[in-house]
């Protein structure tokens, strides 16, 4: 349920609203916009008694969302979400690219490699500093010997950071390092991971999964949102298919779709879906 307060409506009004919402034991998202205020409800498990809040001074109309989706929904919150990071505006008009190498191997490497992406335009320098692998003899990342380099690039070029959480043991190191927290493919359904991440209130850009229909990858981010976090980001790194030529099967499809459903800003990874993905193809 969307509540749409009136042009004129104070803040007083608003406040005094998201309490009624609380006594009945929901849970208000005040969501300030350019001309009016909107306050959405959540974990109502049943119906809502409108002429209840209805009765309340500043409301000027109640919206049912259909969605299963309800922070997420562009029913829920119309205007588009631009998140910003320390005057790097995602969802905007402004076109970003984040760029650096999959994981942080070593100072020299990401200096070098920051030096290009700075050159190239980049805002955003990305490096894992903690990977998940899919065999647990491969390389796992440097831990905070990595953060510690990253936060050295954004020292010395201005780039902001973004970096995946793993686990919830480690995501508040990375929260303390990090100006995006990223959560990848193989977590997006990691909920626990998920409601961290929200708590942490730094920006997170969430990968598809593997194998998630859109709707699943919607719901993900709700679980962000559920802890009144509004900085996220979505992200289209391709899925798995039949196919075998490329790692991931790159879904533009998904990008109109999501920006019609949802208000949340979304970029596409093309490097899983694309020859640049196969060890194969970077060798020749």
Do not use: W
């Amino acid at each position: 349920m969307l509540i749409v307060m009136a042009t004129k409506a104070t803040k007083q009004m608003v406040d005094d609203v998201c309490s009624v919402i609380e006594s009945m034991g929901l849970k208000a998202h005040p969501m300030p916009g350019a001309l009016r205020t909107a306050i959405g409800i959540t974990g109502n498990k049943s119906q809502v008694d409108s002429n209840i809040i209805l009765s309340q001074a500043g409301v000027k109309d109640i919206i049912h969302v259909t969605q299963p989706f309800k922070l997420v929904s562009r029913e829920f919150y119309p205007e588009n979400t631009i998140v910003d990071v320390d005057g790097v505006k995602i969802g905007g008009t402004e076109f970003v690219v984040m760029a650096g190498p999959c994981s942080v191997e070593s100072r020299e490497q990401c200096m070098i490699i920051a030096e290009y992406v700075k050159k190239a335009g980049a805002k955003i320098f990305r490096g894992g500093a903690f990977k998940p692998r899919t065999s647990p003899y491969s390389f796992q990342g440097l831990k905070e010997e990595g953060l510690k380099i990253l936060a050295e690039v954004r020292d010395n070029f201005g780039l902001k950071i973004i970096t995946e959480a793993v686990d919830t043991e480690t995501i508040n190191l990375v929260a303390d390092y990090a100006d995006i927290i990223q959560i990848g493919a193989r977590n997006m359904q990691n909920y626990s991971l998920l409601r961290k991440a929200g708590q942490t209130k730094k920006p997170v850009l969430l990968k598809r999964g593997m194998s998630a229909t859109l709707e699943e990858f919607l719901m993900a981010a709700e679980y962000i949102m559920a802890e009144d976090n509004p900085n996220v980001i979505l992200c289209e790194r391709g899925v798995r298919t039949f196919a075998d030529h490329t790692r991931n099967t790159l879904d533009l499809s998904a990008i109109p779709f999501v920006k019609r459903t949802s208000h949340l800003p979304i970029i596409s990874d093309p490097s899983h879906g694309t020859e640049i993905g196969r060890a194969s193809c970077r060798e020749r």
